[in-house]
């Protein structure tokens, strides 16, 4: 079956520091791989997808960068963090092509001081 | 383009009683439909998922939803709420892109009093 890790659970960062947020997807090959972020008490914000190793779609701009070096890879990125950043960021992945269910991972509450 | 809204931010019921959290979509061809829910803290979990088959579908933990076009709604149901029941609710729909984007609403909150 398929599984979805997600690191670190929580982190505090201070402002101006870089971030480095992993996703990793066992058990399937060639995903569509997805970071959002949720604000408090808000909905989901897509942030970057991916159909494909090096393939990364940006959906807003903003001060994140995200990479995906492997196949079942995917990184979230910043070199200096804003405090505007901080919220539960989320991965998830699909099957390839469209009108399938995502699949989430347990998420990474970020707090910037 | 593909919408989705959420009627209700809030729901309470008391435990033992129905739930219905309510969701009308727009799409300009025919949706896959989901619902998700997430507990606080937590990765959001699919519930259950309409791909164009039977318009009555039956998820996990005693929910269902029904697919209605005429009325463009697809709402989610449970005959008894449970307190664990409690939690945030997302009805999504898929884009009409081949990159699997899912629309999001803006979440229904489930409150269960004992």
């Known amino acids: 079956s398929q599984t979805i890790h997600q690191w670190p659970a929580t982190l505090v960062q201070p402002v101006g520091s870089p971030l480095s947020l992993e996703c990793t997807v066992e058990?399937?090959?060639?995903?569509?791989l997805y970071w959002y972020r949720q604000a408090a008490g808000r909905g989901l914000q897509l942030l970057f997808y991916?159909?494909?190793?090096?393939?990364i779609s940006s959906e807003v701009p903003q001060n994140l960068s995200a990479s995906r070096p492997q196949d079942r890879q995917f990184i979230l990125s910043s070199k200096k963090l804003l405090l505007s950043d901080s919220g539960f960021y989320l991965c998830?992945?699909?099957?390839?092509?469209?009108?399938?269910?995502?699949?989430f991972g347990d998420g990474t509450r970020l707090s910037i001081l | 383009a593909q919408s989705v809204t959420q009627l209700d931010s809030h729901v309470s019921v008391s435990e033992g009683t129905p739930v219905l959290l309510r969701c009308n979509y727009s799409?300009?061809?025919?949706?896959?439909l989901f619902w998700y829910v997430q507990h606080p803290n937590k990765g959001l979990q699919l519930l259950l998922k309409?791909?164009?088959?039977?318009?009555l579908v039956k998820g996990i933990n005693g929910f269902e939803a029904e697919f209605k076009k005429s009325e463009t709604s697809f709402h989610l149901t449970k005959p008894s709420a449970h307190m664990s029941d409690a939690a945030e609710y997302f009805c999504?729909?898929?884009?009409?892109?081949?990159?699997?984007?899912?629309?999001f609403g803006q979440g229904t909150t489930l409150q269960v009093k004992p």
């Open positions: 998830a992945w699909s099957v390839a092509g469209g009108n399938q269910p995502q699949h």
């Open positions: 991916s159909v494909g190793i090096g393939q």
């Open positions: 058990g399937t090959s060639n995903p569509n």
């Open positions: 309409y791909t164009s088959a039977a318009t």
């Open positions: 999504v729909v898929s884009d009409s892109s081949n990159t699997g984007k899912l629309i």
């Open positions: 799409s300009s061809y025919s949706p896959s």
